[in-house]
């Protein structure tokens, strides 16, 4: 329905300026899982991805290939982006 589009796309917005403060990206991936086929793993469940990208970084590895190359822990991105939000 609108209203929970309007708050995904909210959240969406709210997650790229976090990104932008904390990180610098040159642009953004944004897409949904919605279903358990197409990766939510919980039937009649949605969730939404915002992938910071950067000019020469390594393509989509960390969106479709199951292969995590991460410069820090989750931890260090945790701290980094709390802040934000």
Sequence with gaps: ??????E??????????????SYA???Y???FNQGRVAGAGVE???HMH????????????PVIADTKVMPQTLEQSYEA?????
């Excluded at 329905?1 to 309007?6: I, M, P």
């Excluded at 915002?50 to 590895?61: A, E, K, L």
């Excluded at 982006?81 to 939000?85: P, S, V, Y």
């Design 50 to 61: 915002v992938v910071p990208r950067w000019g020469g970084d390594t393509n989509f590895m």
């Design 81 to 85: 982006l709390k802040g934000a939000f």
């Design 8 to 21: 995904i796309m909210a959240l969406a917005q709210r997650g790229m300026v976090a990104l932008e403060q």
């Design 1 to 6: 329905d609108e209203e929970t589009t309007g």
């Design 44 to 46: 009649h469940h949605i």
């Design 25 to 27: 990206p040159h642009g």
């Design 29 to 31: 991936n944004v897409g």
